[in-house]
Nanobody
Framework: QVQVVESGGGLVQAGGSLRLSCAASGSIFSINVMGWYRRAPGKQRELVASIFSGGFTNYADSVKGRFTISRDDAKNTVYLQMNSLKSEDTAVYYC?????????WGQGTQVTVSS
């Protein structure tokens, strides 16, 4: 079992920055990839960024150059640094931890970008 807890959401003006954190606990060794997803009002959930156990990262085209995913293995925490935020980034952001046989989700954190 893996547990993930997000933090760091909030309200920010367009052009501003936020950093989200996702703390993982439990069977950390079994995690293959951790990712950030988001669900905007009226839209389906989409992948924002992911980081694999080997360090490879992947980003949605809409956030490339603005968002950076990283991790601190000593703290079992993954971060999403979000810069140059746009109103269309407004969404609930969810952390996901994927093992070989299961997916674990956090409760989500709201990010609201005002224009």
């Amino acid at each position: 079992q893996v547990q993930v807890v997000e933090s760091g959401g909030g309200l920010v003006q367009a052009g501003g920055s936020l950093r989200l954190s996702c703390a993982a606990s439990g069977s950390i060794f079994s995690i293959n990839v951790m990712g950030w997803y988001r669900r905007a009002p009226g839209k389906q959930r989409e992948l924002v960024a992911s980081i694999f156990s080997g360090g490879f990262t992947n980003y949605a085209d809409s956030v490339k150059g603005r968002f950076t995913i990283s991790r601190d293995d000593a703290k079992n925490t993954v971060y999403l640094q979000m810069n140059s935020l746009k109103s269309e980034d407004t969404a609930v952001y969810y952390c996901n931890a994927a093992t070989r046989i299961n997916n674990y989700w956090g409760q989500g954190t709201q990010v609201t970008v005002s224009s």
